[in-house]
């Protein structure tokens, strides 16, 4: 049975887009990539036999015959593209597109810059005369496009229920997922199996894990500490239940709380979010050290010694509290707005009160997004590094661990892989509870009939709990921030306090020269690339990630648990590692990256995926499948029914994922401090640099001015997203009554 995807008049039309495309990057575009050159820049040596020459040019006047393994594949799949939609054109798909993409894979990886890749093919084949290089812009458009007939291959066969566009995105989210997630993260792990001496051994992995230093419980019968792996769980544990807590009653706040609270709330609860994370852990120092305001308080109030009991457990907790609530916030906030009233006006009609309504209907149906926001703050804890690091003190976790044996004075791969390695499986334990817990149970609440019902005020006794947890939170953060940005306007923090903008000055001064404006500051060059990195990788994250939450919720296929998984895994991953693990992976051919502005963007985009996986997954549960259903049987397809009818009824999933995407790539630190080059350093980059160099007054000014451009960037978006209309009314709308025939 056709989709209405392939029932149109021209059923084949896709097939011959794609081999158009791949004809494109084999005689169009410069195949390899070209060392400081951009693409278009080697246009003009396509046709030539320079390094900037087409693929057909490398394989004909070049000797790298390979190359011709993808245009087989092309011809095999235009014969396909000569028959009728059925079985045969599925095989020839099949086989042309498996061949030319599985050939040019190889090649890739066999053959490097030195020749062959693996010295044991010089012993039998010989060494090879001509080597190649990092694969370019034609060499990865021709890939894609084989990539693509395979997919419509398998659905010619009866796969995918034989829907070409869900085919496709199954695939090629799969193959993006295996290149930028699984394989470089596998590189990267695989070296905990290995001794000293690079011999495989498992005994080396086990001796790395088992020591008293990961496991050990001496806390417990007292001793000083436990082992780092307990300290992440408990840790991990603790901050998931906080964030969930605290940003599904800042989520009820804002929805049902009164129109009062939903501006300061939204602009409040997004702040932790838009800043980077070393400067809440800088404000509660300066809060709560041992010669912070509340300390000093303390002494001179009741001679109480100045301690430092905040360095630990409790800062650690506070700093991943304050960071990682607004995540759970805007998951809640779209779970919260799905909830349809109508269900709440049935049970009160039953003669239930409200505070029963509230607990027996409302609560259970925030099951999904409780899950989801559960699960994303327990995966943000395990990886986080910078806030241990910050107000950690002799407090160790799993990802401390692992940066110290990256960057400290012994260098240890094999350590942090196998570190990696405790981290991953505490993220799949919680993943596989988190489907247990969700199961088959059926959460929708937005279908295709109106719903013209009043959301249900929150029952007052629940509604004064919210304002005495969520309204201190959110005093406690205005106020760590106003110390914590203090310190950019004023001379010298702890010696002068005169007030002063020299450092905003002498970071984003402007000039006015001989031919023009002149960008003086010497903070201009990181805030512009950062921006620009930022913005590109923030609609490619949402987007991608919100396509894997439809694929998982509307769509069944084999393999989806790894699928779902495999988008989870890269906030599994600590940051550092995920950063190494790029060096490793995209060094050399065939994907030669490492300096360059693109290795940055993917790095954001699968570094901050899952949280539009999470967010869109929780969305999706709310809508009803008649939805989808009626766009099909109005013949629509399924691209249109994904863009014109699912998508407008997810912009709070939308919201939730540019935001973060944004915000994350504005103020990530971990992920990419082994990425950035001189010609691409970011804001967070810079401002270490400047901490480490003492100048904390320029530090906290570009910290201020990164804070007043994202909150104009959240704004932006929800501006321009905008909310949803799920056609309810709102409380005080007129009602309309109609007379009786």
């Known amino acids: 049975m056709q989709s209405a995807s392939t029932a149109g008049r021209r059923p084949n039309e896709p097939i011959w887009a794609c081999i158009a495309v791949g004809l494109v990057g084999y005689l169009a575009l410069p195949w390899y990539a070209i060392q400081d050159t951009a693409w278009y820049e080697a246009l003009g040596q396509i046709f030539g036999q320079a390094e900037g020459a087409n693929g057909v040019m490398h394989a004909w006047l070049q000797g790298r015959s390979w190359l011709l393994v993808g245009l087989f594949g092309l011809g095999v799949c235009v014969l396909g593209g000569l028959l009728r939609p059925g079985r045969a054109q ?182 932790p979010i838009i800043t980077p994370p070393f400067v809440v852990g800088l404000g509660l120092i300066l809060l709560f050290g041992r010669a912070g305001v509340v300390n000093q308080v303390l002494e001179s109030s009741f001679g109480i010694e100045p301690t430092r009991w905040f360095y630990g457990m409790p800062g650690v907790l506070v700093a991943q509290l304050f960071a990682f609530t607004p995540i759970a916030f805007m998951i809640m906030r779209g779970v919260v707005q799905g909830v349809a009233p109508s269900l709440e006006e049935a049970a009160q009609m039953l003669r239930a009160n409200r505070r029963r309504t509230f607990f027996t209907v409302t ?62 499986i505490f993220a799949l334990g919680v993943f596989a509870i988190q489907r247990g817990v969700l199961g088959k149970q059926n959460y929708t609440t937005v ?12 029952p007052d006794g629940v509604r004064r709990t919210i304002y005495c947890i969520a309204l201190p939170w959110i005093a406690f953060t205005v106020v760590v921030y106003l110390f914590a940005f203090a310190g950019g306007f004023v001379q010298t923090w702890g010696r002068d306090y005169t007030l002063t903008l020299v450092h905003f000055k002498t970071a984003f001064a402007l000039e006015w020269g001989q031919f023009g404006l002149v960008w003086a500051g010497t903070a201009w060059n990181s805030l512009l690339t950062t921006l620009k990195l930022a913005g590109i990788s923030a609609p490619l994250t949402a987007g991608l990630g919100l396509l894997i939450a439809w694929l998982l919720a509307r769509n069944e296929f084999r393999g989806q648990g790894a699928f779902e998984f495999a988008a989870l895994l890269a906030f599994a991953i600590p940051g550092t590692v995920l950063g190494v693990s790029y060096i490793l992976a995209f060094n050399v051919p065939p994907l030669e990256l490492t300096g360059t502005g693109l290795i940055i963007v993917l790095c954001f985009m699968f570094r901050n995926l899952p949280v539009g996986v999470r967010a869109g997954t929780a969305a999706f549960k709310q809508l009803d499948r008649s939805l989808d259903e009626a766009s099909l049987m109005l013949r629509a397809s399924t691209s249109q029914t994904l863009f014109k009818v699912v998508l407008p009824l997810l912009k709070p999933a939308l919201v939730a994922a540019l935001i973060y995407s944004f915000v994350r790539a504005m103020t990530t630190v971990s992920a990419v401090i082994f990425l950035v080059t001189a010609e691409n350093e970011l804001a967070t980059t810079y401002i270490i640099g400047r901490v480490g160099n003492g100048d904390y007054g320029i530090a906290l000014a570009y910290c201020t001015v990164l804070m007043i451009l994202m909150s104009l960037a959240i704004a932006l978006v929800q501006f321009v997203v905008g909310e949803r209309k799920l056609g309810r009314r709102k409380a005080g709308a007129p009602t309309i009554a109609v007379a009786a025939p």
């Open 447 to 458: 279908s295709g009939k109106g719903d013209a019902g009043i959301a249900m005020a929150l």
């Open 90 to 271: 599925g095989r020839l798909l099949i086989v042309g597109g498996f061949a030319g993409a599985v050939g040019l894979v190889a090649s890739g990886f066999l053959i490097g810059a030195r020749g062959w890749s693996f010295a044991a093919l010089n012993t039998y084949l010989g060494e090879l005369p001509i080597n190649q290089f990092g694969i370019g812009a034609g060499g990865f458009i021709a890939l894609a496009a084989l990539v693509m007939l395979f997919a419509f291959g398998l659905a010619r066969l009866g796969f995918f229920k034989g829907d070409l566009f869900v085919s496709a995105s199954v695939i090629g989210c799969g193959v993006l997922m295996a290149l930028f997630i699984a394989y470089p993260v596998s590189k990267a792990l695989a070296g905990a199996f290995f001794d000293e001496d690079g011999r495989w051994s498992l005994a080396a992995f086990g001796a790395r894990i088992g020591t008293e230093r990961v496991w050990g419980l001496n806390c417990l019968s007292g001793g000083v500490r436990c082992g780092v792996a307990w300290n992440t769980l408990v840790l991990a544990l603790l901050t998931a239940a906080g964030t969930t807590l605290l940003g599904t009653l800042m989520a009820l706040m804002a929805e049902r709380g009164g129109k009062r609270w939903q501006g300061p709330l939204r602009v409040l609860a997004l702040l």
């Open 363 to 424: 609560l259970p149906l925030l099951k999904p997004g409780l899950a989801n926001a559960f699960l994303v703050g327990f995966i943000e804890s395990i990886a986080d590094f910078g806030n241990p690091v910050v107000v950690g003190g002799q407090f160790s976790v799993l990802s401390t661990d692992i940066f110290f044996a990256i960057v400290g004075a012994q260098y240890d791969q094999g350590r942090a892989a196998s570190l990696a390695w405790v981290l991953t």
